[in-house]
């Protein structure tokens, strides 16, 4: 089983509707979860970055942790065809370990 | 200024050049990293440097050689790659080793030949 699971999609919603991207994993020692939206040919671009269980929201965008379930999620509301692009979820292995553990990444298009 | 440069944004090369990629951040950033990310694959790790000393090799063919000349400049060093070494090379800041925030390059998409 791979630490991370993300489902590759690629995912089309039409513009304007609410976006719901999940992450799975396995490992209980993580303790942050961040998101990383990256644009085709582009570097990622971190977009939320959350320790605790329980909703952070910044602007349209909502990150959701439920630890005791193992389970991330990114919601976009209102969403723009600019909103395209792929989303990772990261989590780092912590303890002063640099490595981050990305998922593969959902492929995301919102259609005008 | 907030964001990490990385020239060339491409690269094509032969297999017997040398050629050399670059990054550069002016955040204060005590650690800078690159990772390789393959087409439709997460970013994965290659090296890791702490003020300017390598810290985490992750097992890299010696054919990429880093360098880290000062706390705002990582360099790659690239020599004898192999056509499966085409991929998005991405360079990487945080503030110290081991914070999670690292802040990412638009990469440098190099093609070997």
């Known amino acids: 089983q791979k630490e991370v699971e993300q489902d590759p999609g690629p995912l089309s919603v039409p513009e304007g509707a609410i976006v719901s991207l999940n992450c799975t994993y396995s490992?209980?020692?993580?303790?942050?979860f961040m998101w990383y939206r990256q644009y085709s040919r582009k570097g990622p671009e971190l977009l939320m970055y959350?320790?605790?269980?329980g909703n952070k929201e910044d602007g349209r965008f909502t990150a959701q942790v439920d630890k005791s379930s193992k389970y991330i999620s990114l919601f976009i509301r209102d969403s723009q065809p600019s909103d395209s692009a792929t989303y990772l979820c990261?989590?780092?292995?912590?303890?002063?370990?640099?490595?981050?553990?990305f998922g593969k990444g959902t492929r995301l298009h919102i259609l005008p | 200024d907030t964001e990490v440069t990385q020239t060339p944004k491409h690269l094509v090369m032969g297999m017997t050049n040398k050629k050399s990629l670059k990054c550069e951040q002016h955040?204060?950033?005590?650690?800078m990293y690159w990772y390789k990310q393959k087409a439709k694959k997460p970013p994965e790790l290659m090296f890791v440097?702490?003020?300017?000393?390598?810290?985490i090799n992750e097992s890299v063919p010696s054919r990429f050689s880093p360098e880290c000349p000062n706390s705002s400049l990582l360099n790659l060093h690239l020599h004898a790659l192999q056509p499966e070494d085409s991929a998005l090379y991405l360079c990487?800041?945080?503030?110290?080793?081991?914070?999670?925030?690292?802040?990412f390059g638009p990469g440098t998409r190099l093609t070997v030949l």
């Open positions: 959350t320790y605790s269980s």
């Open positions: 990261a989590m780092p292995l912590g303890d002063r370990d640099d490595k981050i553990i």
């Open positions: 440097y702490s003020y300017e000393k390598l810290s």
């Open positions: 490992n209980s020692a993580f303790q942050y």
């Open positions: 990487a800041s945080s503030k110290q080793r081991g914070d999670n925030e690292q802040f």
């Open positions: 955040m204060g950033h005590r650690a």
